[in-house]
């Protein structure tokens, strides 16, 4: 990873980390208090609702009380006889006798259900629990609990269990309050079956005076009634048996789960008092944590244009460090590769404009010591080869030296062994310079030897090489040169050297030179084997009487 990639991930992290720790124990935090508030305002609900529930139940059953104290309802009981033993009344009876008090009873009860709406029927019960009369044209079966005599005595008030009926498939909940006669003894009972729709209105109300929804349900969790939903087949709609265990488990608290139409609530359950019921308050999960979540979609919006402002801030910020550094790696690379011309571009004034200055001046020195490096090199490059020129010349004549002679000529065999380029030898020698020298002196012999010398150099061409054999003798080498044409140079250097007076002490001395010439051949293992023959042919010239040119007698073949 380079160095805006750290940044940039520094960055992000330096953002991210402490922002989202904060941002979860804020979340964490609101959601126990959106919680407590949940459960506050649906205990709040159930609280009222049992409150609304239990005045509305206690108006109804004083209502019923009233019409019950009616002399009618009591004449109308006192006439039916009891029931036989063994036998059973399905239907109102009706006497003779007591034809016009039971039928007193039946108008009574249908103008006190007219005036009550309350009420969906109203009914005369014996105390035997046989149904005497009804507001209703058609009574149906009712169901009373076995003990509901003695609960009417002990109690006051009957509240029977909710029971469905099977042919409307809605629940039904009845009241019932004791008709005693004047010596006590219990003859019936006024009972109501109540309008589950004016249970729902109370269900509204409480609704309505605060936050939440309110449902009756039956201990196997069937739905009775509903604040949001008071019509319609709602037996057919329950909680789940796993739901309604946690319910009741929980014993009033906060309880997540889904109601019968698949929609997530929180919830508690209570139990009622009065009624053998069950209370749930409860409110959408959706609408408990709405502000909750809106503020958690904005903070997590906040967090992605703050993620994003400080991505563009830490990329610009790090291509501000990453372009100066690009360029100080890239003219690091360019003196690596020798080129020290690199003069980079300082574009600020921190620490990385710091670094290019002194980049810059680091190959500003740099430069300067190569410069000082180069003169040095080419000075001390001059010096070798004054050096290797003094190691290779005469120092008398200026000629090559005897060392260098024989470098020479092994290159020169090397490359006629190789290439087969003919080349050619001539061997000189003064004549007579030992008498020079004890005549004129070696002050006067050098002189001679410098004057030849000088003729040689001007005698041969650039691919010809002279050099001092040793004393007064001198070797050339002839490049490219068969016998024929090295014995025509042999007697034009021999005429030159004849021709040019050599002045010593203000005298003119006549100067002449012997010449031995000899071709390289196939048989020459060495370089010491064609001066050997240039030697000899040289001797045959000293001995034929000087100031001549002899090629080597017995000379081997040229290739």
Request: with cysteine.
């Amino acid at each position: 990873m380079g160095i805006r990639g750290k940044i940039l991930t520094f960055a992000l992290l330096g953002t991210l980390l402490p922002s989202l720790s904060l941002g979860l124990l804020a979340y964490l935090h609101d959601k126990r208090v959106v919680q407590a508030e949940a459960r506050a305002a649906l205990e709040s609900v159930a609280g009222f609702t049992s409150r609304e529930l239990d005045l509305w139940l206690r108006e109804r059953i004083y209502d019923l009380r009233s019409f019950g104290s009616s002399f009618i309802v009591f004449e109308g009981l006192q006439a039916i006889p009891p029931q036989p033993a063994g036998g059973g009344i399905e239907e109102p009876v009706v006497e003779a006798k007591g034809t016009t008090a039971t039928q007193r009873l039946g108008v009574f009860l249908q103008s006190v259900q007219q005036r009550m709406s309350y009420y969906e029927h109203v009914l005369a019960i014996a105390a035997d629990g046989r149904m005497i009369a009804s507001s209703a044209e058609q009574a149906d079966a009712i169901e009373l609990p076995p003990d509901w005599s003695a609960q009417a005595v002990a109690k006051g008030v009957v509240v029977a269990a909710t029971y469905w009926k099977s042919a409307e498939d809605r629940p039904v909940l009845m009241l019932a309050v004791p008709i005693f006669s004047a010596q006590g003894e219990l003859v019936g009972s006024l009972a109501a079956t109540l309008d589950p729709d004016s249970i729902g209105q109370v269900l509204r109300m409480a609704e309505n005076s605060a936050a939440g929804e309110v449902a009756l349900m039956d201990a196997r969790g069937r739905v009775l009634v509903s604040s949001d939903q008071v019509q319609g087949k709602l037996g057919s709609v329950s909680l789940a048996a796993d739901v309604l265990k946690s319910l009741r488990a929980g014993n009033g608290q906060l309880t997540t789960y889904r109601n019968a139409r698949g929609k997530r609530m929180l919830g508690a359950l209570y139990k009622l008092e009065e009624l053998p019921l069950l209370l749930v308050a409860q409110r959408k999960e959706a609408d408990v944590f709405r502000e909750l979540r809106e503020l958690l979609d904005l903070f997590l919006t906040l967090i992605g244009g703050l993620v994003l402002s400080v991505g563009v801030i830490a990329y610009l910020f790090g291509l501000s460090i990453v372009r100066p550094l690009r360029g100080l790696i890239q003219g690091a690379e360019k003196i690596a590769g020798g080129d020290l011309g690199v003069d980079l571009p300082v574009t600020s004034g921190d620490e990385v404009g710091y670094l290019t200055r002194v980049f810059n001046q680091m190959t500003i020195r740099l430069r300067e010591n190569r410069d000082q490096i180069n003169a040095v090199n080419r000075d001390l490059k001059k010096k070798n080869q004054m050096l290797e020129e003094i190691s290779a010349t005469d120092a008398l004549t200026g000629l090559r030296n005897r060392k260098d002679l024989f470098h020479t000529l092994q290159s020169r065999m090397a490359n006629f062994k190789r290439y087969q380029r003919p080349f050619s030898v001539l061997l000189l020698d003064i004549d007579h310079f030992k008498q020079l020298n004890d005549v004129h002196g070696h002050l006067a012999g050098d002189q001679v030897l410098r004057a030849v010398a000088a003729i040689l150099r001007h005698s041969i061409r650039g691919v010809d090489y002279a050099a001092r054999f040793g004393g007064e003798e001198f070797l050339i080498l002839l490049a490219e040169t068969t016998r024929p044409r090295a014995m025509e140079a042999a007697e034009r250097i021999r005429a030159c050297v004849a021709a040019e007076a050599v002045v010593v002490d203000g005298q003119p001395l006549s100067v002449t030179i012997s010449i031995g010439v000899a071709q390289a051949a196939q048989a020459d293992s060495d370089p010491n084997h064609i001066v050997q023959r240039a030697d000899r042919a040289l001797y045959d010239a000293k001995r034929g009487g000087r100031n001549q040119v002899r090629f080597a007698t017995g000379d081997p073949q040229p290739a």
